[in-house]
């Protein structure tokens, strides 16, 4: 081979070289600004309290929300995932500003997992009820 063609061939794969760094730079990138989302949702009865609501002596009076987030980077930080319900639903609790005869009914856990990043995760977690007052 003489010393022409070996330059051709050399800045041939020099070409195919930058080529295949600006699709990986490509790719790396539109990777980085995806996000993932997960969510589930479980039923929880929290109370051993056992009430019969076999008669029509409660009315249905509202509903309480409340809601915790937790951050993971590099998958650290944040609560453990029964944590993170139980903030949200003593958030609840506060935010239902209960009276003497009311109580939360029918309460419910979501989860959704927002992942910005592979390296970067935030979980919600919020619960919801329906209150209920005794007449």
Request: glycine share 6%; hydrophobic share 40%.
């Amino acid at each position: 081979m003489n010393s022409i063609t070996v330059l051709l061939s050399l800045e041939h794969t020099k070409n195919n070289m930058k080529k295949l760094f600006m699709v990986c730079a490509v790719a790396f990138t539109a990777l980085s600004f995806t996000s993932c989302g997960v969510t589930s949702t479980a039923s929880h009865n929290l109370t051993e309290t056992k009430v019969v609501l076999s008669e029509k002596n409660f009315k249905v009076v509202g509903q309480a929300y409340g809601e915790a987030t937790a951050t993971y980077i590099v998958g650290f930080g944040g609560l453990s995932k029964k944590a993170l319900r139980n903030n949200a639903i003593n958030e609840m609790s506060k935010n239902a500003k209960l009276t003497g005869s009311q109580t939360l009914t029918n309460i419910t856990t979501h989860k959704s997992v927002k992942m910005i990043t592979p390296l970067y995760v935030q979980v919600t977690c919020s619960a919801t009820a329906n209150i209920i007052e005794f007449e």
